[in-house]
């Protein structure tokens, strides 16, 4: 275990910025972001010194989720997988110390899991030390990861489908578990894992029961070492998905896509496309496209292997901190900022 005197840093969504001007929430995301990609670096050092078992990182899918995080409500849910740190981070439900608690399967100061999950699977409480109901409407609520990819998808629709249900029953004696049914359900999963069987029923069950779900894909281009145009049709999941767009009559699920370095592009997505999804529970995909993996899958492997040097380039390139920070120059909203990555 890593001294966590040297970690002090708690990387803490602070509620005050919702109402802060324009540049300090830039600053302060792009902030997590730098931090968040630093705990990827250096928890991939400490699992290869031996340090930890294992690893796998958010590092290359910051930006997405600092946007995913503003648009993110009390009383919401997050049902993801492994890459969600950033949006922890932003959202201030996982500080350094708890992330790399997990890491090192801490049974005593992993909050998520008392150290029996991987690292960065995630869960907020339902119950208080006494075991009764907390007010869920009152937090940020993440249903616990999973490590079968996909498998966040059911989860997902079930909540989604319980805001429906909280909707369309008044349950005054239930009011600590919805707000009328107002909440959305985030669900985020890598592009390859859309291939699974339970990506396409959650789907169509989504839009056949008009649920208040929202789908964020990451699409880095791979599945391990497999790349996306072996794996999804068109080589795209929100192409293929086309046939599901809605009706006239609003059957089916809203589409779009945005790249997934374009910080502004991201923000104005995900508050517009949730705001959809609570007031008119209609489902919506994000597909967010052109991410990349500065330090390959996981830890137990090097992308140098199998992605060419063209490739690598270009996710360096592409790199959305790289991005992010170009706009801020060229927006002028720098401040005295140090450059970490
Ligand atoms: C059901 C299941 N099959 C296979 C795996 C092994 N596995 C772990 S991650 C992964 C690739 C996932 O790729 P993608 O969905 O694109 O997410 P990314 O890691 O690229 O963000 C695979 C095949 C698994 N964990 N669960
Ligand atoms: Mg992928």
């Known amino acids: 275990m890593i001294s966590t005197d040297t970690l002090s840093l708690e990387v803490t969504y602070r509620e005050s910025h919702d109402e802060g001007s324009f540049r300090s929430d830039v600053l302060h995301d792009f902030w997590v972001c730098l931090i968040s990609r630093q705990a990827s670096i250096l928890g991939r050092k400490e699992v290869l010194n031996g340090r930890a078992k294992f690893g796998i990182f958010g590092d290359g899918k910051e930006v997405p989720q600092v946007a995913m995080a503003r648009a993110f409500k009390k009383g919401d849910w997050r049902s993801g997988y492994y890459r969600d740190q950033t949006f922890m981070f932003a959202r201030g439900i996982c500080t350094l110390e708890d992330f790399f ?9 992993d909050p998520f899991s008392g150290g029996r999950q991987m690292n960065n699977h995630y869960a907020t409480p339902l119950v208080d030390k006494d075991g009764e109901w907390l007010d869920q409407t009152k ?6 990861d999973i490590s079968c990819t996909a498998g966040q998808m059911a989860r997902a629709l079930g909540l989604a489908s319980a805001s429906k249900l909280y909707r369309k029953i008044d349950m005054p004696s239930h009011k600590t578990f919805s707000n009328q049914g107002n909440e959305v359900s985030f669900v985020t999963i890598g592009d390859s894992s859309t291939s699974e069987g339970i990506f396409w029923e959650t789907m169509n069950a989504a839009g056949v029961m008009r649920v208040p779900l929202l789908v964020a894909v990451w699409d880095d281009g791979y599945g391990i070492s497999v790349p996306v145009e072996m794996q999804t049709v068109k080589g ?7 046939g599901f767009l809605p009706d006239g009559n609003g059957n089916g699920i809203m589409i779009y896509t945005v790249k997934g370095w374009d910080y502004p592009e991201l923000c104005a997505a995900f508050e517009k ?7 008119k529970h209609i489902p919506a995909l994000i597909h967010v496209q052109e991410l990349t993996q500065p330090q390959g899958h996981s830890t137990s492997g090097s992308h140098e292997r199998y992605k060419t040097p063209s490739r690598l380039q ?9 991005k992010m920070e170009e706009w801020i120059i060229r927006m002028k909203l720098q401040n005295k900022m140090i450059s970490m990555h």
């Open 101 to 109: 608690s997990q890491l090192f399967a801490d049974t005593d100061r």
């Open 314 to 322: 270009w996710e360096k390139e592409h790199d959305c901190l790289v």
């Open 139 to 144: 937090m940020y609520n993440v249903s616990s």
């Open 273 to 279: 496309v949730s705001l959809k999804v609570r007031e």
């Open 236 to 242: 795209s999941i929100s192409k293929a998905l086309e």
